[in-house]
């Protein structure tokens, strides 16, 4: 395969000598033969908010999945190349990938509560992972008051989740991600089912998770990359010059505002003026 040399990202040196939480090196991910994502390199900070953003089809999720081996459950997927949490290998033999889930939680575009009660939805992670909880009810209250849902719920907590409204649901889901305790949160487009006033609250409450968590989201809204992210990684998809395929690059990668207001690569420029993608 042929990619035109300045498809490599590059990452301010400063910036680079930083300590990252999730340290992604050379990485290559693939369905079967199809090659979805080439060579992305990039680290993601500790307390820091980062925004994946770039046309649909370019791995923002495939990526995004790659950092919590959720890509295992799917059929055909590998990864090669490096990722490491905490600067451990977390696709190394003696892994346990449940851990790793444990650890990098992720929340879905569609909210996906269990069927079960408010309560037990946050309850499920630390039963089944038989974590050491001196009170489950000071838990879950912890979670969901983390996730600003305690005071909307506190009286319901035995009614089914599935009763809540679509934004409270997802904050739900966030609490059901913080009530195992991860260090870092990956969110694909969390807030894509939900209106305006149900989005400023995820993107309150993100600020306000960025003290205690690492945050990686995936939008499709630039506003809201700008609007939350302390740092974005713009991604493009780039057609092989012999075969055609299609394979998701990163294109460039920095503080948000520099990438917004003075980006350094004219496909990021393209895309973000809206004349792309
Ligand atoms: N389970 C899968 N099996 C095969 N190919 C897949 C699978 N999931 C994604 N792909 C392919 O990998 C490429 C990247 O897809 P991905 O879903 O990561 O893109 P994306 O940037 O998240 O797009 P969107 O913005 O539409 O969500 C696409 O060409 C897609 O068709
Ligand atoms: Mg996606």
């Given amino acids: ?98 851990e790793v889930r444990r650890r990098i939680g992720m929340v879905f575009q569609k909210p996906n509560p269990f069927p079960k009660s408010i309560y037990d939805n946050i309850a499920y992670g630390p039963r089944v992972t038989r974590m050491k909880v001196s009170s489950m ?19 319901k907590l035995k009614q089914s989740a599935f009763g809540l409204s679509g934004g409270q649901q997802q904050r739900l889901c966030i609490a059901r991600t913080i009530a195992v305790q991860p260090e870092v949160i990956l969110m694909d487009e969390p807030c894509s089912a939900l209106d305006p006033i149900a989005t400023t609250k995820i993107e309150d409450l993100m600020h306000e998770l960025r003290d205690e968590y690492t945050i990686i989201i995936v939008t499709h809204n630039m506003q809201q990359a700008a609007r939350v992210a302390d740092r974005t990684a713009f991604f493009t998809a780039l057609a092989d010059d012999t075969t055609g395929d299609r394979t998701g690059v990163l294109v460039e990668y920095d503080n948000t505002a520099k990438l917004f207001e003075s980006p350094a690569d004219q496909r990021t420029e393209d895309y973000i003026s809206g004349r792309f993608g």
Wanted: hydrophobic share 40%.
């Fill in 1 to 98: 395969m042929h990619f035109r040399a300045s498809s490599a990202a590059s990452i301010p040196v400063s910036e680079a000598s930083a300590p990252s939480v999730l340290d992604v090196e050379d990485v290559n991910i693939f369905y079967g033969d199809f090659r979805a994502v080439t060579q992305v390199s990039l680290g993601f900070r500790r307390n820091e908010i980062t925004a994946l953003i770039g046309p649909s089809g370019c791995g923002k999720s495939t990526v995004l999945r790659s950092l919590n081996r959720m890509n295992d459950l799917v059929e055909g997927a590998r990864v090669e190349g490096s990722i490491r949490f905490n600067d451990e290998d977390i696709y190394g033999k003696d892994v346990d990938a449940i």
């Fill in 137 to 155: 009810d000071d838990l879950v209250e912890e979670a969901l008051t983390k996730a600003a849902l305690w005071d909307e719920v506190k009286d």
